[in-house]
């Protein structure tokens, strides 16, 4: 089955700018080596090497169950109308899974730190139900990355910044060290800016609020339109309210 085919007509579909990257990718990373193994299962999992590292991305037992049990640590935690920004997409066993189980207003974003790992898993797996979904956003290093802080900051508002995650996909930390703490700092940049935000227009909001209860006292002995009339010409009363409005 022609898994890649189907997966890259989804992708034109939903990322014009993904798709193009990836017709556009050629370069290999002879670093990383990628091989499908069965489950005991039967299910079709990933085996990693990379920087001497030999990580299954699944269970090697009962990958679904695995994927459950991680997901299941979420279910108390996740609301409706949260943001889930998740370190890794893999062959797609987990951010499924994840997708299925939590809310359905939950929005995600998953990001791939490898662009060799994401083609091959676009070759490999079927991944149709992620990209046909619109809550499912794709974040490929080198690909599309530049837009992460763009990304990142039309999910998460200061309406649901309390009720957003940042996680990474089992085995992925350990494999991507440095680009996890990179993703992080990006997260925590977009949190804090609008908590800042949030703080600022507090601290003006009570200011004001403040003035306004403090001018009160004046309001018995300021005057009124028609106290105006008769000092002022009428069209000059006119313009000095106009101009203080």
């Known amino acids: 089955m022609n898994y890649y085919k189907r997966n890259m007509d989804r992708i034109k579909v939903r990322d014009i700018r993904l798709y193009d990257a990836v017709c556009a990718y050629s370069l290999h ?12 299962d039967g299910t079709l999992i990933s085996k990693v090497s990379l920087n001497g590292r030999v990580q299954y991305l699944n269970s090697p037992y009962d990958p679904w169950v695995e994927a459950d049990r991680f997901v299941a640590q979420y279910k108390v935690r996740v609301v409706d109308y949260s943001v889930m920004i998740m370190f890794g997409l893999g062959n797609g ?80 930390h350990t494999l991507f060290p440095d680009e996890y703490e990179l993703l992080k700092d990006r997260y925590c940049y977009v949190v804090n800016w609008i908590r800042i935000n949030i703080d600022t227009c507090r601290y003006f909001a009570k200011q004001v609020a403040h003035n306004e209860i403090y001018n009160l006292r004046y309001i018995l002995n300021g005057n009124v339109e028609e106290d105006l009339e008769e000092v002022l010409p009428k069209h000059s009363v006119q313009i000095s309210i106009l101009q203080t409005r």
């Open 93 to 172: 066993i987990i951010p499924q899974r994840m997708v299925y189980a939590l809310p359905s207003n939950v929005q995600y974003i998953f990001y791939e730190p490898s662009v060799d790992m994401f083609v091959h898993m676009l070759q490999a797996y079927d991944l149709t139900d992620l990209f046909d979904n619109n809550r499912v956003m794709v974040l490929v290093r080198d690909l599309n990355y530049n837009f992460i802080e763009e990304k990142l900051s039309a999910v998460i508002g200061s309406n649901n910044y309390r009720i957003a995650f940042f996680d990474a996909v089992p085995k992925y």
């Open 29 to 40: 990373n002879e670093l990383i080596q990628i091989e499908d193994v069965a489950a005991r």
